[in-house]
């Protein structure tokens, strides 16, 4: 290729990057981002769940826990019909039914009755994330993913700023027709969800073939470039069990999630209720609620930096090793340096810093791993198998705080643990597709 070619090259995938964050991106993480909201916003709602129902801290534990055994069990067929039936009805279909039974969780009186809600969640929701990363594969090169992802899970956390202060202030309404702030919160929150499933059957086109936004020449020159990154040898081609289970890459990207996804969901799961123990009465349930807005906010400012060094210098397994060592270390501190509610919140920014600096160097070496015939399922088998530890690490952590007395010391040494592992086994990934247009960086 001569260097007018490879200009002319790179000014198109360019342009293409371009129109797929103006028109995709922002819609994508709105939606994300109502996604997050109604996974995680069980854990604003024990704040004065937990008490009015009086559960305790391992029925809460296992009723977080249990719905990433709904999303396990239904992540891989999720993703295949997807792309049987096309990623605009069937990510229509997910927000629909999520947002219902969402919604729903407003009318638990009993563990059990938390328990089927949170797991037909799961259920629910199964593929949506690795749906969205599968759709997004579809528009974008393997150089220029770490940014694009980064750029949608950045909008996510920008998006997802108002659920934080949202959940304080629904938790307000705690007594308002006869209802209490939690019950409010669930309902509140799942509604718009219902409602935003129908805006994708209008916004989102199945293929770069049918989005009319696209010059015919740039649908051809993407198609192009998706054959040849199809050509690389070092990617995984096939789908099957046993080949997603022999693969050592493949076996190493899952325990680097559901490792990673253990100490974070179990520390995550808490975190509220970590900081209103740290406060000792100073900060009320709304006030918290809000206030852990800021580590998404500095997270989702160190993926942007992070993910373009990423896509420039091909290191995906450095930025991964770094995150999650710094995400681990942040752990420690905040049980070392810290008894405060003020401090182990800047603790859990520097968390969330190191932990997004990771994220988008993930999911760009894995998504780049894998060959057109393997990635639907293969995303949906990673996310599925590390989204394991979404259920784990709530019942570990319930359970090292009931031995701790109440706690969080040893539950934050487990999850610092859990991250520096998680972030050292990125350097056994060798022989992994190229990443960069000069063919340097984490393929050597």
Sequence with gaps: MTNEERSLDLQTEQAIVQKVIKRLVPFLALLYAFNILDRGNVTIAALQMKQALNFSDKVYGLGVGIFFIGYFLFEVPSNLIMEKVGARRWIARIMITWGAISASLMFIKTPMSFYVLRFLLGIAEAGFYPGIILY???FIPMTSRARVISRFLSVTAVVGLIGAPLGGLLLKMNGMMGLQGWQWLFLMEGIPSFILGFGVLIWLPNMPSNAKWLAEDEVAWLEARHLQEEQNSLRVRHLSPRVFLSDPRVVIICLIFIISSTGGNGIGSFVPQMLKARAA???????????????GLIGAMAMVLASAHSDRTGKRRHHIFVGYCLGGLAYLGCSFFSQSAAISLAWLAVNALGERIA?????????????????????AFINSVGNLGGFFGPIIMAEIKTRDHGGYTMGLYFATTCYIIAGSLAFLLRHTPSTTPAGQGDSK
């Design 136 to 138: 997004l594969t579809y």
């Design 359 to 379: 994220a988008s160097s993930y999911w760009a070496l894995s998504t780049n791993l894998l060959g057109a015939r393997a990635i639907a399922g293969g995303i």
């Design 281 to 295: 009465g100073m900060w009320s349930d709304s006030f918290i609620a809000t206030i852990t807005v800021i580590p």
